[in-house]
């Protein structure tokens, strides 16, 4: 059973960073959210993409980009590709 999207703490505890330097809150974000190779990491943690997700999760608004079935949180089963 999925848990309650506003749950969700990816965006605070969590961050992936690729061999390429592509960094994602998480496995399951369908967007990247910067490249190491480009900012620094506080500029990515920080950076308008990581706080539109952080307040999306806040305002319990699902955004575009949270990709549904394989995440753990209740995203409303909706695919973006
Ligand atoms: S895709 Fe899922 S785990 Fe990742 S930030 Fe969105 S709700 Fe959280």
Not at 19 to 41: H, I, M, Q, Y
Not at 47 to 57: A, C, F, N, P, V
Request: overall charge negative; hydrophobic content about 25%; charged content about 30%.
């Amino acid at each position: 059973m999925k848990k309650p999207y506003s749950e969700c703490r990816y965006p605070w505890d969590n961050v992936q960073v690729l061999a390429d330097g592509t960094v994602r809150p998480c496995c399951w974000f369908g967007k990247d959210v910067g490249n190491l190779k480009e900012s620094t990491f506080e500029e990515v943690w920080n950076g308008s993409e990581m706080q539109d997700l952080r307040q999306s999760i806040l305002n319990n608004e699902i955004h575009s980009k949270c990709s549904g079935k394989p995440c753990p949180f209740d995203t409303g089963d909706k695919v973006d590709q």
